[in-house]
């Protein structure tokens, strides 16, 4: 089945910089690439995903690449600030399968005043 | 519209108590989830039901674990014979797929605590 692994685990910024997490999967098949975002004592919520027909995609600071033949893909946040702090989880999905989502461990991100 | 509710938010029992935890989906969305966080980890895929198809099972970690959909609508996730490393928060999810994989919309949780 498929795997996600989600490095780092935790990612410590000073506010205004960026911020880089990175998500390998295992399964050529997968498709469908999001993340999510949980705030302390919330529940995960969509903040950008992209499909494997493009190699980026990009909504204001927040931007997302995908290299399939790696089978690697990242979420960029550039002008970081405070309440950008939370954890951010990747996942990976394919259609036509079980539709279901496998999910990353998880990266804690710390943006610092 | 109203997003995706679970019920109770807050469960706590005693070591071998069986617990019923509640998922209201949003209206219209042909799949449902369930996961489980533990304090400061991952999520962790328990079932999944789309449709009417038989639901994947594949994460249940024990047969004390047991979920079904009624009216491909409302979910309820039963645990039997709690043990206290049952405790986290399980998590429901529902989408809406049409040719591939949609948007998981989260529930609030339910934070289970087994004594």
């Known amino acids: 089945g498929e795997n996600v692994e989600q490095h780092p685990s935790t990612l410590s910024v000073q506010e205004g910089d960026s911020a880089v997490i990175k998500c390998t999967y295992s399964?050529?098949?997968?498709?469908?690439f999001p993340w999510y975002k949980q705030e302390l004592g919330k529940r995960p919520q969509l903040i950008i995903d992209?499909?494997?027909?493009?190699g980026e995609k990009k909504d204001q600071r927040i931007a997302v690449t995908l290299n399939k033949t790696a089978k690697h893909f990242s979420l960029h946040i550039t002008e970081t600030q405070p309440e950008d702090s939370a954890v951010y989880f990747c996942?990976?999905?394919?259609?036509?399968?079980?539709?279901?989502?496998?999910f990353g461990k998880g990266t804690k991100l710390t943006v610092n005043p | 519209g109203a997003g995706v509710s679970q019920s109770p938010s807050n469960k706590v029992t005693e070591k071998g108590k069986d617990v019923e935890l509640r998922c209201d989906p949003i209206s219209g969305h042909t799949a449902l989830y369930w996961y489980r966080q533990s304090l400061g980890q991952g999520l962790e895929f328990l079932i999944y039901f789309q449709g009417n198809s038989a639901p994947d099972k594949s994460g249940l970690p024990s047969d004390r674990f047991s979920a079904e959909r009624t009216g491909g609508s409302v979910s309820t996730l039963t645990i039997q014979r709690t043990q206290q490393e049952d405790s986290a928060v399980y998590l429901c999810?529902?989408?809406?797929?049409?040719?591939?994989?949609?948007?998981?919309?989260f529930g609030p949780g339910t934070r289970l605590t087994v004594l």
């Open positions: 999810a529902s989408s809406f797929i049409a040719g591939g994989p949609g948007t998981q919309y």
């Open positions: 992209i499909r494997s027909n493009v």
């Open positions: 996942a990976a999905g394919t259609q036509g399968g079980s539709e279901k989502l496998v």
């Open positions: 399964d050529s098949a997968s498709n469908y």
